[in-house]
C-alpha cells in the first residue's frame, strides 16, 4: 500500500489529486470543531463521552462525525441524512417503475436519481436536525442565557439550519471527492472520522490500565493484550476476505474472419465474495440508529413512557445486547443481498457471454446460464455478508466479557480497512492506466 502511494505521489496528476483529497480532509476536520451557536458545549461533552446515561447511541455518532457530535459542531450529524436518502433512493428505484426507467437511461439517469438524493437529503437533514434540537433543548444542553420564548426559537432555528447545511456540505465535499480526487468520497469521509478517533481510542487504553489498582491491573492488562491480538487477527481476516473471490471458467468458441482465426481462448469470470464492500454495514448502522435516536427524545420523559409496549420494544434495541446483535447481524445480511441484486444482474451477465460466443464449460448458454450464475452469486453473497455480520457483532459479543468499551471496534475497523484497500485499488488502476501507450505514441 505504500508502495502504492509514493509511485502515485511522483505522477503530476496523481499528486493532484491527492492533495485535494487531502484538502478535503482539512475542511472536514475543520467543520468538525466549528460550533454551533446557542449549544452548551461542556454539558454536550460530557453526556456523549457519559454511557451510563443512555448516550451510547450518540458515542456512535461521535465516532462517524470524528468528534463533531461532542463539540455540537457543524457536521454534528455526519452524512448520516445522505446515507439514509440513498436507501430511500435504492428502495424507490426497485419499487417505482419510473425510478427504475430512470436508473436504466445510462449516465443521464443516474444524475436524475442524484439530484433527487440531493433533495432527500436536506429534507431528511432537516427532520434530524430538527430532532437533534429537541432532544438539546429537553435534555438541558442548550446555554443557560437562553430563556424567552423568542430566544429559543431564533436558537432552534439556527441550530437546525446549521446542522442541515452542515450536513448538505458534507455530502458537497464527497461529490467533490469523487470527481477531483481519489477513492469513494462519502466513504472516505467515514473512513477520516474513524480514523481521526485512534488517539482518542489509544488514550482511553492507556488511562484504564494507568488508573488501574493493584488487583485489576493484571486483568486490564490481560485484556488489552487480547483486544491488540484480535484487532490483529480480524485486520488480516478481512483483507483476505477483501480479496477472495469465485472464478468463474469461461470458454469462447473459435471463429474465422478473413484469414484470421479469433477466440477459442480460455478466461474466467472473477465473483468476489465480499462484493457489497462495507455499504450492508452502513447501510444497517444508519436503521439500526434511528430506534436509539427516538429514545434519547424521550429521556426527559422516562416516567411517563417507560410502560408504554414501543418504548420496551425499541430498548431492545440497544447497542451492547444480544437483541442488537441479532437484529443487526440480519439486516446486514438482508441489505448485502439487496445491494448484490442492484450491482449484478444474472441475466444481462448471460446475455453478455452469447454476445461474446462465450459459455460456461457443462452450461448451456441462455436460461441454464442465468440459473447457474444467479446461484453462485447467491451462494457467495451469502458468504459475504456472514462474514460482515460476524465482523460487525464481534466487538458487541466481546463485551459480554471484557470491560474495555470496543462496541463500535469492529464496524469501525471493517469501514476503514475496506475503505483503504478500495482507495489503494482504484489508485493502481488509475497508474496502470498511465502506463499504457496511445494509438499514436
Known sequence: MFQTLRNAWKVPDMRRKILYTLMIFLVFRIGSFLPVPFIDVAALNQAVNNATDGSVMFSYLNVLSGGAMEYGALFAMSITPYINASIIMQLLTVAIPPLERLAQEGEEGQRKIAKYTRYATVILGLIQGTAYWWWLSASGYLQSSITSVGDKTFAAIVIILCFTAGSALMMWLGERIDEKGIGNGISLLLFAGIISRVPSGINTLITLISKSDEDALFKNWLEVIILLIIFAVVIIFIVWMQFAERRIPIQYAKRVVGRKQYGGQ????????????????????????????????????????????????????????????????????????????????????????????????????????????????????????????????????????????????????????????????????????????????
Open 266 to 441: 480460455n478466461s474466467h469470470m472473477p465473483i468476489k465474495v465480499n462484493m457489497s464492500g462495507v455499504m450492508p454495514i452502513i447501510f444497517a448502522s444508519s436503521i439500526l440508529m434511528i430506534p436509539q435516536q427516538i429514545l434519547q427524545f424521550f429521556q426527559s420523559d422516562y416516567s411517563a413512557v417507560a410502560e408504554k409496549t414501543w418504548f420496551r420494544v425499541l430498548s431492545l434495541i440497544n447497542y451492547q445486547s444480544w437483541s442488537y446483535a441479532v437484529i443487526y447481524f440480519a439486516l446486514i445480511i438482508a441489505f448485502a443481498y439487496f445491494y448484490t441484486s442492484i450491482q449484478y444482474n444474472p441475466v444481462e451477465m448471460a446475455n453478455n457471454l452469447r454476445k461474446n460466443n462465450g459459455a460456461i464449460p457443462g452450461i448451456r448458454p441462455g436460461k441454464p446460464t442465468q440459473i447457474f450464475i444467479k446461484n453462485i452469486l447467491s451462494r457467495i453473497t451469502l458468504i459475504g455478508a456472514i462474514f460482515l455480520g460476524v465482523i460487525a457483532v464481534l466487538p458487541t459479543i466481546m463485551q459480554q466479557f471484557m470491560t474495555v468499551n470496543i462496541s463500535l471496534g469492529g464496524t469501525s475497523l471493517l469501514i476503514v480497512v475496506g475503505v483503504a484497500i478500495d482507495t489503494v485499488q482504484q489508485l493502481e488502476s488509475q497508474m496502470m492506466m498511465r502506463h499504457y501507450k496511445g494509438f499514436l505514441d
